[in-house]
């Protein structure tokens, strides 16, 4: 039997093309190779705040009643607690609806997922500095999209970008330990 597993994320209409083969990544790593990962596009949400909204979630769990796992994922922002909002709602969800919700909130923004499996960012950026700013996708994602010359797709690159840092999700699980571990380690544990 196969695994469904739809991803939830605050705005799909750039955010699918990073998540999507990322949580397939992580899946096979899992080892569930024929996990069938989609991204919820109906409703579209406005966002963190409508992500972060026990009723709205509620609604859409409600709505792929068939699925058991759904995955949860938004930018972190720079706002420190939002670990255990994510934690709230999934425990929220267990209890009014009896599924599972695993949510996780991008350090800081989900491209750097992205950024994170590339082999060839521009030598003077650092690290630990690229994965703390707040405002990652503007100091560092644009940047890099107009470096690899994809800036100009409707998706500013995303799509090809996100498959090609998904194929080297080790390299994305090392330097990214406080979310795609942790959201690894709570697949594995429902799994």
Known sequence: MSLNVPVIPEDFRKDQYILKPVVEAILHKAGKTQARVRVCQNPLLGGTGQALDKPRILEIVRKYSMVDLFVLCVDRDGIANRRQALDGIGDWVQRQAGKTLLGENAWQ????WLLAGMKDLPAEWTWADTRSEVSLKERYYVP????RGVEGLPDQGRKRLGLEAASQYTRIQSRCPEDIQALETK???RL
């Open 109 to 112: 923004e989900v491209e750097v």
């Open 144 to 147: 890099y999209a107009s470096q």
């Open 187 to 189: 697949i594995r544990q």
